[in-house]
């Protein structure tokens, strides 16, 4: 039996991929979470020996030590960071805590005899880009943000373990990925909800920045290929769409697909944070997959026929 431990595990991407792992018989999955932002009714509903939950705060050593001490993990994802454009501006000395978290999971994955940490890293590393596509061997370094800045220093620390200790790793940078168990307070959970109340859709700037989505299960798919199969061993890949949307074309799609009345309000440009455009080399990405990603309509559609955004507390 494989024993994995899913740090970050009560978040939209951690509990999608711990959903996938316990399906295995074959795995026994450990979610540790503090809860900060994470949510319990993210987690897989399924009971008896595939899961167990622990809250414990991964940047807090003697918490996660005790935890992985006693468990001699064979394999882990560490998902476990702040996320979110405006969480992490507000609040930057929160997010450069995640480095202890890093340090502290890497130190013991060492110690502990883990055959591999998977790292969730970020499209935010490439800061403003310098080629299209985004390809994972040139990133330039050029985000002053914080977050951005952590994921760097993440990357880092996994090549330096391999390079002295023999650890091995693999890099998943997720550009954006979006779903039903999504926070509310990301871009298409935001819109959905707004068309949904028909309120007004606010864009900063004229909405031509572009993103590129990438939805839940075509991402959580892709990193457990990678895992089964062996590869992106010591090497990165980046996970996400690579069809490019202007965030006004965004803004209307959904406004169509709720057939809404809100209207789309322009307000000014974001200081930092939020780059003209985002576009991933997602070649590898593709073949590992074997088949093309999910069209962004049809990923809406999907939230959408779930209702989940009707029903709000």
Do not use: W
Request: proline share 4%; glycine share 8%.
């Amino acid at each position: 039996m494989k024993k994995i431990l899913i740090t970050g595990g009560a978040g939209f991407i951690g509990s999608s991929l711990a959903e996938r792992l316990i399906t295995d018989k074959e795995n026994f999955v450990v979610v540790v979470d503090d809860l900060s932002t994470g949510n319990l009714g993210k987690l897989p509903k399924t009971n008896g020996n595939g899961h167990k939950f622990i809250k414990c705060d991964v940047n807090v050593y003697p918490d996660i030590s005790e935890i992985m001490l006693s468990y001699k993990f064979d394999f882990v994802f560490h998902y476990a960071a702040v996320v979110g454009v405006q969480r992490t501006q507000e609040n930057p000395i929160k997010v450069l805590k995640d480095i202890d978290g890093i340090k502290n999971i890497i130190t013991l994955c060492k110690n502990t005899g883990v055959k591999r940490i998977f790292y969730s890293s970020s499209s935010e590393i490439y800061g403003e880009p310098v080629e299209f596509p985004q390809n994972v061997y040139t990133t330039p370094l050029n985000s002053r943000l914080p977050y951005a800045i952590v994921k760097n220093v993440g990357e880092a620390f996994l090549r330096s373990y391999k390079q002295e200790y023999g650890q091995n790793y693999t890099i998943f940078r997720f550009f954006n990925t979006y779903g039903s168990r999504q926070s509310r307070d990301f871009v298409i959970s935001k819109f959905i909800i707004r068309a949904l109340e028909n309120k007004d859709i606010p864009i900063y700037g004229d909405g031509s920045q572009t993103r590129t989505f990438c939805y839940i299960d075509d991402n959580v798919e892709a990193c457990i290929k990678a895992f089964y199969t062996d590869q992106i061993i010591n090497d990165v890949i980046n996970i996400g769409g690579a069809i490019e949307t202007p965030i006004l074309e965004l803004a209307n799609l959904i406004i169509r697909l709720t057939k809404s009345k809100s209207k789309i309000v322009h307000r000014p440009p974001l200081k930092e944070g939020d780059m003209t455009r985002r576009l991933p080399d997602n070649k590898r990405m593709i073949e590992i997959l074997g088949r093309d990603l999910l069209p962004l309509e049809e990923g809406i559609k999907k939230i959408l026929a779930t209702g989940i955004f009707e029903h709000r507390d």
